[in-house]
């Protein structure tokens, strides 16, 4: 797995933030792998969610960032993906919760009820927060293990 690869994609909602997201991510010197979409018309997210999913999935990018506008069905889709683990964002304690407990490894924020800026935030806080292993371990792999 690259450290410095980050997936990202969105839908038409999401569009404006994924472009701050991406120009932030630049500025720190992490590769970036857009899935689009490139504008504000309308989309099907599945088609931007799926591509960024398969390369967190497969360890071509560390983690994605998915964006709509209520971060729900970027989540939904995202998991359905085997080693995915999205969650959905909307305050910075959950962007680290999200890390240390369950090794999520995509964030989803909802682009209609938060900022640019705290979803920047949230962003820096979820590849910044380590997992914290131990007794979180076990019910992370409970997760597929059923």
């Not at 994605?64 to 939904?76: E, H, P």
């Not at 407990?101 to 979820?126: G, M, Q, S």
Request: hydrophobic share 40%; charged share 20%; net charge negative.
């Amino acid at each position: 797995m690259s450290t410095n690869i980050i997936a990202i994609g969105c839908d038409h909602a999401g569009f404006p933030y994924k472009e701050g997201i991406i120009k932030y991510l630049e500025s720190r010197s992490y590769e970036v792998h857009d899935f689009g979409t490139h504008s504000a018309d309308s989309v099907d997210y599945p088609d931007h969610v799926h591509p960024v999913a398969s390369e967190v999935e497969t360890g071509i990018a560390s983690f994605g960032v998915l964006i709509c506008g209520s971060g729900n069905g970027v989540c939904m889709t995202a998991n359905k993906h085997l080693g995915i683990r999205a969650a959905l964002v909307w305050q910075s304690d959950i962007a680290a919760l999200a890390r240390q407990h369950n090794n999520a490894n995509v964030i989803c924020i909802p682009a209609r009820f938060v900022t640019l800026e705290d979803a920047i935030a949230f962003v820096d806080v979820f590849l910044h927060t380590q997992f914290e292993g131990g007794r979180h371990a076990n019910r992370v792999t409970k997760m597929t293990d059923f």
